[in-house]
Nanobody, 118 residues
Framework: QVQLAESGGGLVQAGGSLRLSCAAS????????TGWFRQAPGKEREFVAS????????YYADSVKGRFTISRDNGKNTVYLQMNSLKPEDTAVYYC???????????WGQGTQVTVSS
């Protein structure tokens, strides 16, 4: 079992920045891929970014490329999502998720609210 806890959400004006954190606990000795997703009111959950713990490779949704950066801290078992140039359409609950074996997103955090005012 892997437990994930997001933090860092809040209210920010358009053009501002936030950094989200996803701290993992439990069976974290062999991590594979961690991802960030978001869900806005009335919309489906969508992929934002992911990072491969072994290779360090990263992937981003087109809507956030150039504005968001995903990174990891191996020692702290934490993944970060640095969000710059935020837009009102980035408003959503942001979730981190863990893919432990390549079969899918096995574990999810509880989410953290990000609100961007215009």
């Amino acid at each position: 079992q892997v437990q994930l806890a997001e933090s860092g959400g809040g209210l920010v004006q358009a053009g501002g920045s936030l950094r989200l954190s996803c701290a993992a606990s439990g069976r974290t000795f062999s991590r594979y891929v961690t991802g960030w997703f978001r869900q806005a009111p009335g919309k489906e959950r969508e992929f934002v970014a992911s990072i491969n713990w072994r290779r360090g490779s990263t992937y981003y949704a087109d809507s956030v490329k150039g504005r968001f950066t995903i990174s990891r801290d191996n020692g702290k078992n934490t993944v970060y999502l640095q969000m710059n140039s935020l837009k009102p359409e980035d408003t959503a609950v942001y979730y981190c998720a863990e893919n432990v074996d390549g079969t899918g997103w096995n574990y999810w955090g509880q989410g953290t609210q990000v609100t961007v005012s215009s």
